[in-house]
């Protein structure tokens, strides 16, 4: 049965979460000095910590964390790092990436590895298991199986929505009904673009800030934002579809529809073809990437006219959302300035005068498990990005559960 939600149960959960965020924070606390932070009442804490304690989330601090003093020390508790633990599985177009955290917020692995765009889901599932199962060993930080609480999954789609609870609703995504039968805990899912957007602002290159936006330019465009220090979902999940934006009205025939979407010019298949049109010979990005280093012309004015188009769409939208950190991501970023340099150009250029010296634009940082950890941050839900998610308080219940 699952646990009541009414206003009591949320105090009571807010209350457990302000605790261990001051462990998190804070490292090994007696309780006296939990009572100064927290601000909660004696009973009130005493309560609260019995019940961490006997959920095996808190511990007692071993003798070497506990602070040496005079006679006998007060006891310490700390957070219990194989207590809880979350999965984040960013299932992107042509490869898999897994990341992994405890309730203390460390980083327990990630791994990641390439497959073809047409892997059938089962595969995919079977594949990010076995990725999984290479986080796990016998050392003290490894992951536990058994310890899991929930699994934050990204997937690529303009529009993600959550398992039907009703008939005439939407299937639940095929992800997550194979996930939550391998694993038996809550899947939740978002847009992997969007989750990447997530850990960029939060771990990754616009850590801290309350306006970003984030653009990724890999085997799609897309991206994210983050509004007033919120992720901005957007109605129905639609939200960060930058890839879909018209640059050029008479240009080609985009998957979704339109005509000269940026996805047109900006993806890693129309920039190759681009470069290939003028004699140039790379099949991936790391041949082009080669190309560019040594100087070849036709390579860096191919890289010239993209980042043109990118630049007037980054401006366009920073015109409408006023942004203070722009996180450009994705594997074409790696062709460094050839690329990079025409983008910030053109946005100087296009983006309102007295904007120009006040938007900061960064490469990210997070590399491909930014999805994977979004999905984390997606489980834990105690970023204030995520104050307005959807979902609200309860976002890491299960959703299938009777």
């Known amino acids: 049965m699952a646990p009541p939600r009414g206003p009591l149960s949320q105090l009571r959960r807010g209350h457990e979460e302000l605790v261990l965020g001051l462990l998190r924070k804070h490292g090994p606390l007696s309780r006296g000095e939990l009572g100064k932070r927290c601000g909660l009442s004696r009973t009130t804490l005493y309560d609260i910590l019995a019940e961490l304690v006997a959920s095996g989330a808190v511990v007692t601090a071993s003798a070497q964390e506990t602070p040496r003093g005079r006679g006998r020390p007060a006891e310490t508790l700390t957070l219990n790092p194989d207590a809880g633990q979350a999965i984040g599985i960013d299932f992107a177009r042509r490869g898999l990436h897994v990341a992994a955290v405890n309730l203390a917020h460390e980083i327990v692995g990630s791994a990641s590895e390439p ?69 038996g805990v809550p899947v939740l899912l978002d847009n992997n673009t969007r989750l990447a957007a997530l850990g960029e602002a939060i771990w ?9 936006l984030y653009l990724r330019l890999s085997h799609g465009v897309g991206g994210g934002l983050v509004v007033g220090g ?71 004015d191919v890289l010239d006219r993209v980042g043109g188009r990118i630049g007037e769409v980054l401006a ?22 050839a690329l990079v340099e025409p983008i910030e150009r053109t946005l100087h250029d296009h983006v309102m005068p007295v904007s120009r010296h006040r938007v900061s634009l960064r490469r990210a940082t997070l590399g491909e498990v930014a999805g994977a950890l979004g999905g984390i941050a997606l489980v834990l839900h105690e970023s204030p990005l995520l104050s307005r998610y959807p979902a609200g308080p309860d976002l890491a219940e299960d959703p299938t559960s009777p």
Request: include cysteine; charge should be negative; charged fraction near 20%.
């Open 115 to 183: 497959h073809d765009a047409d892997l059938p889901w089962e595969q995919r599932v079977e594949l990010a298991e076995r990725l999984i199962g290479s986080l796990t060993g016998t050392g003290s930080g490894a992951l536990r199986l058994g310890a899991l609480d929930a699994i934050g999954v990204g997937v690529v789609g303009a529009q993600v929505e959550g398992p039907a609870t009703d008939p005439g609703e939407t299937p639940p995504h095929p992800v997550h009904v194979l996930l939550r039968e391998r694993f």
């Open 204 to 212: 990754g290159a616009a850590a801290g800030g309350q306006d970003v």
């Open 230 to 300: 919120s992720l901005h979902r957007g109605a129905y999940g639609l939200s960060g579809e930058f890839g879909h934006i018209t640059v050029d009205p008479g240009g080609a025939r985009c998957d979704c529809g339109g005509t000269g979407c940026l996805e047109t010019v900006a993806s890693i298949r129309a920039v190759l073809d681009a470069y290939r049109a003028t004699g140039g010979r790379a099949a991936d990005v790391p041949e082009l990437v080669k190309a560019v280093r040594a100087g070849e012309r036709s390579a860096l």
């Open 316 to 337: 366009a939208v920073c015109n409408a959302i006023g942004p203070s950190v722009i996180v450009v991501g994705g594997e074409l970023v790696e062709t460094g300035q």
